[in-house]
Structures are given as C-alpha cells and as structure tokens.
C-alpha cells in the first residue's frame, strides 16, 4: 500500500512538473505569485484554478476527462499529457502539431474569443490576399 502510495506522488510530481513547463512554453506564468497564469491556464482550461494549484503543487489525481481542455490550453497532444499524468504508458510524442489559426494566436497571447475572431478574419484574408 505505501509502494502505491509513493507511486502516485511520484507521477503527481512528474506530471506537476510536465504541466508546470508546458504551462510556462504557452505562456501561462505560473510560477508568478500573482496567480495571473494559474488563473489564466485555468480558465483557458475550463477547470477552477483550484485544481491547477493543487496540480502544479503535485497533490492532485486528475480525472481524465479534464485532460483534453488541459491540454489544448497548454497546447500538447492530448496522449502527451496522459502519459506525463501517468494515464498511459510510453515515450511522449515528440512531434508538434501542425500550426492552426487557433494555435498560432493560442502561442501569441491572443486569448478573448473576440480577439481571436479577429484574428481568424485577419489571417483569412491575408492567405486569400495570397493566392
């Protein structure tokens, strides 16, 4: 029983710190004692920010279906973050997705779906301007 429990601790740390990076490569500053990126993660994520303190601090179980939102907020592979969860096993994929509008303005800061919409529109018609 102590075996599994120390287990858990383990994967709780090593996902802490798996999120804890993505989070800062997303650009969410966790690590800032503002609490303007737990709170922004969270709220990108869909979860309370809570929970993204109790998973950066390692001492949280994550269900599995909060794990997507998760992971499109900290733009990583879904299977990405359930192996670093300790959901699945295996090496993590190594390979980006490709580059959408919604990531591409996700990796600059623009998060309020009204900036977002128009950023779509605005890269819409410069690829049209394009052709």
Known sequence: MADQRTSAAKTAKKFADYVRDAAEKAGYAVRSSSGDGKAGLAESAGMPEADITKILAGKYEVPTDL???LATALDVP????LRAAGVLEGRADQQNRPLTVQLAA?????????NVAAFKTLVAALLAAEK
């Open 67 to 69: 794990l997507q939102p």
């Open 78 to 81: 879904q299977k990405e973050l």
């Open 106 to 114: 996700q990796r600059l800061g623009i998060k309020s779906p009204q």
